[in-house]
């Protein structure tokens, strides 16, 4: 069942263009690591602590809002023992939620993995039924009345899918496939089904792992070749990662464009950023270290056959507390691993600190 909620917003309206217009309303917006971070304000309320904002993650690939259960102690100065409640009379710029409903699920791990705290994870229908914009150029959400118009397979497309997020046709060599657009998946290019039937410059090979709230996914990479069409775009040669479930075109296509999405009548209208005319893909890099949630830090759930953390004597069971010697959880949303990583863990009740090479994983 998906939830909607009550949202009040200023009229809007007027011609959609790639950059803001003065009938848009911006949404406050912090990017990490490229995701589209947006604050929550809840009202002031006696006997409440003043300080009631929580930072959600907008995610085009979820259905349900989450908040972390700790977090909302913070903001209601009590535990709730809930797991489903309603974020009632809290603001994110032009947006009033008067209930927000969300599922409470600990977050912890994930904070650790993007490197700051995250306190909730924000549905794709969180902003109602309001067009709404994902500029990654300007590093914005905007939101605005009115309708796209019908798609003309230039910039503007068919969104449907089998559920209510937002998916779109793309044309790989002798194939084409419906794929799930994916803020959530911000580090990810394509995400695959059966990695293995499609022409890749080299055989696949194993690259790391997603983590999902309460999965670890481990995954292949490859780089395509060949191209990808996505409407008249084309994407030369994009790295892959194979994935059992839903196929997804993620934030490293996504950042290349702004992004219009009509939840109402499932359209997207997608107009290219002002960049250079090559949209290029970098290869995979990584550590080589499987990690999975912890009470404390991640736990290094597998080491990857000859990548940099096996050569460096990691084991599996390690627990990793800090990177760069910085904890996991305010690393400041860092995303540039470097030539190599100093990694801190727990083994067996020691601290030890192992330098680990980053590489190339596919080139």
Same mark, same amino acid.
């Given at each position: 069942?998906?939830?909607?909620?009550?949202?009040?917003?200023?009229?809007?309206?007027?011609?959609?263009?790639?950059?803001?217009?003065?009938?848009?309303?911006?949404?406050?917006?912090?990017?990490?690591?490229?995701?589209?971070?947006?604050?929550?304000?809840?009202?002031?309320?006696?006997?409440?602590?003043?300080? +009631? #904002?929580?930072?959600? =993650?907008? $995610?085009? !690939? %979820?259905?349900? &809002?989450?908040?972390?259960?700790?977090?909302?102690? @913070?903001?209601?100065?009590?535990?709730?023992?809930?797991?489903?409640?309603?974020?009632?009379?809290?603001?994110?710029?032009?947006?009033?939620?008067?209930?927000?409903?969300?599922?409470?699920?600990?977050?912890?791990?994930?904070?650790?993995?993007?490197?700051?705290?995250?306190?909730?994870?924000?549905?794709?229908?969180?902003?109602?039924?309001?067009?709404?914009?994902?500029?990654?150029?300007?590093?914005?959400?905007?939101?605005?009345?009115?309708?796209?118009?019908?798609?003309?397979?230039?910039?503007?497309?068919?969104?449907?899918?089998?559920?209510?997020?937002?998916?779109?046709?793309?044309?790989?060599?002798? +194939? #084409?496939?419906?794929? =799930?657009? $994916?803020? !959530? %998946?911000?580090? &990810?290019?394509?995400?695959?089904?059966?990695?293995? @039937?499609?022409?890749?410059?080299?055989?696949?090979?194993?690259?790391?792992?997603?983590?999902?709230?309460?999965?670890?996914?481990?995954?292949?990479?490859?780089?395509?070749?060949?191209?990808?069409?996505?409407?008249?775009?084309?994407?030369?040669?994009?790295?892959?990662?194979?994935?059992?479930?839903?196929?997804?075109?993620?934030?490293?296509?996504?950042?290349?464009?702004?992004?219009?999405?009509?939840?109402?009548?499932?359209?997207?209208?997608?107009?290219?950023?002002?960049?250079?005319?090559?949209?290029?893909?970098?290869?995979?890099?990584?550590?080589?270290?499987?990690?999975?949630?912890?009470?404390?830090?991640?736990?290094?759930?597998?080491?990857?056959?000859?990548?940099?953390?096996?050569?460096?004597?990691?084991?599996?069971?390690?627990?990793?507390?800090?990177?760069?010697?910085?904890?996991?959880?305010?690393?400041?949303?860092?995303?540039?691993?470097?030539?190599?990583?100093?990694?801190?863990?727990?083994?067996?009740?020691?601290?030890?600190?192992?330098?680990?090479?980053?590489?190339?994983?596919?080139?």
């Amino acid at each position: 069942m998906k939830w909607f909620p009550v949202l009040v917003a200023a009229c809007l309206g007027g011609n959609l263009h790639a950059h803001a217009q003065p009938d848009e309303h911006a949404v406050p917006t912090e990017m990490c690591r490229g995701y589209f971070m947006v604050p929550l304000t809840l009202s002031a309320d006696d006997g409440r602590p003043e300080e +009631r #904002t929580l930072w959600f =993650l907008h $995610d085009t !690939g %979820a259905t349900t &809002t989450y908040v972390d259960p700790d977090s909302l102690e @913070r903001v209601a100065g009590h535990r709730i023992d809930s797991t489903r409640v309603r974020i009632r009379n809290a603001t994110a710029g032009p947006v009033t939620y008067h209930s927000l409903r969300a599922r409470v699920t600990d977050l912890d791990h994930l904070s650790r993995s993007l490197g700051r705290e995250i306190d909730g994870v924000l549905a794709y229908d969180a902003f109602g039924d309001r067009l709404l914009i994902l500029d990654y150029e300007s590093e914005q959400i905007r939101i605005r009345d009115g309708r796209l118009p019908p798609p003309d397979g230039q910039t503007i497309f068919d969104a449907d899918g089998p559920d209510k997020r937002p998916w779109l046709q793309m044309h790989f060599p002798g +194939r #084409t496939r419906r794929m =799930l657009i $994916d803020s !959530g %998946a911000a580090q &990810t290019v394509l995400a695959i089904n059966d990695i293995d @039937r499609y022409p890749t410059v080299e055989a696949p090979r194993a690259v790391g792992a997603a983590m999902r709230f309460r999965t670890v996914e481990p995954r292949s990479g490859a780089r395509l070749d060949g191209q990808v069409r996505m409407g008249p775009h084309r994407l030369e040669r994009p790295t892959l990662q194979s994935t059992p479930g839903s196929e997804l075109i993620g934030g490293r296509i996504m950042r290349y464009f702004t992004w219009t999405f009509d939840p109402v009548q499932d359209r997207v209208q997608i107009v290219r950023n002002d960049l250079p005319a090559a949209i290029a893909f970098d290869p995979i890099y990584g550590h080589g270290m499987i990690l999975a949630p912890n009470d404390i830090g991640l736990r290094v759930a597998g080491v990857l056959a000859g990548a940099p953390a096996e050569r460096a004597g990691i084991q599996v069971g390690d627990v990793v507390t800090h990177f760069n010697g910085e904890p996991l959880i305010s690393r400041d949303c860092d995303a540039n691993p470097g030539a190599d990583l100093l990694v801190t863990l727990l083994r067996a009740g020691d601290r030890i600190d192992v330098l680990i090479d980053v590489e190339t994983l596919v080139d």
